[in-house]
């Protein structure tokens, strides 16, 4: 039960992807178990997720903690309902990944809008990386899957500073030229402010009117749930979010976790927008993962969790 006060005429509703099991684990410096990462996934997928980003196909000398993808895919046990998504890097890592197309459901494939960004992180160019992405996308597409991308640094470089909007939403035009349907803008680093979200979003709906605009805001600066509330303001209605508050990004350090999945969902329920998702499971999802890891993880909901608006006066 929440407190509301819109009618129910004017209800939200949003699609929640949980991507921990990728974004979240990758930047934890404990290797995590094959075992583990499966029943933390099963979890999820029993909290009523419909999107779960699963696994990537990054080189394992780069990403160690992600080398047993092929197993925690071939391991899970999601309810048939359930997208699994897997990232992809490159045409190499597409090669690898189709040969086992029939573990997952939708693919994504993803660029920095900052230049400095896109070569630390996967050493090519802006313009190299899109090249790529267009020969990658007809061969996603033409294999059934769902063409998903991200573009990382939408709202700020750590290295070059701020990054125009127009770059970021050509690029967006580029993919959906190449087949995406959906189009995730990445805060990296935690750059993004409430303001700048409510512009960003108002103008990318405005120039992709038929493609699925999905919100990634990461904690860095703790203006995650601040920009995604700017985001639904804005009309956007999807969002990526990691349980626990788990991941970051592997340059530059210092760049801490995404929006914790708990905290996002207890917000819109608090407002009375829909996710479809059963906060409680989240919740002990994330405690799973907090014991798993064996420290304290920073999501706000794990300690104080769901509020309760019916319990019996004292």
């Not at 407190?3 to 699609?15: G, K, S």
């Not at 409430?194 to 703790?222: C, D, I, K, Q």
């Amino acid at each position: 039960m929440t407190q509301d006060n819109r009618t129910p005429d004017e209800t939200r509703r949003v699609r929640m992807r949980e991507v921990g099991p990728r974004d979240g684990f990758q930047n934890e410096p404990e290797t995590i178990g094959t075992a583990d990462k499966i029943r933390l996934i099963d979890a999820l997928g029993r909290a009523g997720f419909t999107r779960i980003e699963v696994a990537s196909f990054v080189r394992p000398d780069v990403i160690p903690q992600l080398a047993d993808g092929v197993e925690v895919l071939k391991g899970i046990d999601l309810p048939d309902e359930v997208e699994r998504m897997v990232l992809i890097p490159n045409s190499k890592g597409l090669d690898n990944a189709l040969k086992v197309r029939d573990l997952f459901e939708a693919a994504t494939l993803f660029v920095s809008a900052s230049q400095t960004h896109n070569r630390k992180n996967i050493n090519r160019t802006v313009e190299e990386t899109m090249a790529d992405v267009k020969v990658m996308g007809e061969r996603v597409t033409a294999e059934g899957l769902k063409f998903c991308a991200v573009i990382a640094t939408s709202f700020g470089c750590p290295y070059e500073g701020k990054v125009s909007m127009d770059r970021v939403l050509d690029l967006a035009e580029e993919f959906a030229g190449a087949g995406a349907t959906e189009i995730g803008f990445g805060d990296t680093t935690g750059m993004a402010n409430p303001a700048y979200v409510s512009r960003f979003f108002t103008a990318a709906r405005e120039r992709l009117p038929r493609v699925e605009l999905t919100a990634h805001f990461h904690n860095t600066r703790g203006q995650g749930l601040a920009n995604a509330y700017a985001a639904l303001e804005a009309g956007c209605t999807s969002f990526e979010s990691s349980f626990g508050e788990l991941g970051g990004c592997p340059v530059p350090a210092g760049s801490t976790g995404n929006i914790a999945t708990e905290d996002l969902v207890s917000m819109f329920h608090e407002m009375g927008v829909e996710t479809g998702l059963d906060l409680e499971k989240i919740i002990e999802a994330a405690r799973a993962a907090q014991s798993t890891l064996g420290r304290k993880l920073t999501s706000h909901s794990i300690v104080a969790g769901p509020v309760h608006w019916d319990l019996a006066a004292s």
